[in-house]
């Protein structure tokens, strides 16, 4: 079992900067994948950042150039380094993890976050 523990969201103006990190514990497991899910009201989720164990990522159109994802492998973590936040970045953003389970048989299983709210106003 593996649960993702979220941190970092707050309210900031435009302009700014946020740091989210999410943290993956548990046993039995490794990490295929980590990303940043972000789901704003009335809008689809959709896919903000991605990175592999091994460091290759993958961004959204609206947010190249602004946020950079990174991850401490060592440490199970994943961060989103988050600057010149506009208003359309609004939204409640979700860790996302794709683990592998060595336990019963082995399989590979998607981990979702609680959330954290990044809001940015003026």
């Known amino acids: 079992q593996v649960q993702l523990v979220e941190s970092g969201g707050g309210l900031v103006q435009p302009g700014g900067s946020l740091r989210l990190s999410c943290a993956a514990s548990?046993?039995?497991?490794?990490?295929?994948?980590m990303g940043w899910y972000r789901q704003a009201p009335g809008k689809q989720r959709e896919l903000v950042a991605s990175?592999?164990?091994?460091?290759?990522?993958n961004y959204a159109d609206s947010v190249k150039g602004r946020f950079t994802i990174s991850r401490d492998n060592a440490k199970n973590t994943v961060y989103l380094q988050m600057n010149s936040l506009k208003p359309d970045d609004t939204a409640l953003y979700y860790c996302?993890?794709?683990?592998?389970?060595?336990?019963?048989?082995?399989?590979?299983?998607?981990?979702w976050g609680q959330g954290t709210q990044v809001t940015v106003s003026s």
């Open positions: 990175i592999t164990s091994g460091g290759s990522t």
């Open positions: 548990g046993s039995m497991f490794s990490i295929n994948a």
């Open positions: 996302n993890a794709r683990v592998r389970e060595y336990w019963g048989n082995p399989m590979t299983v998607d981990y």
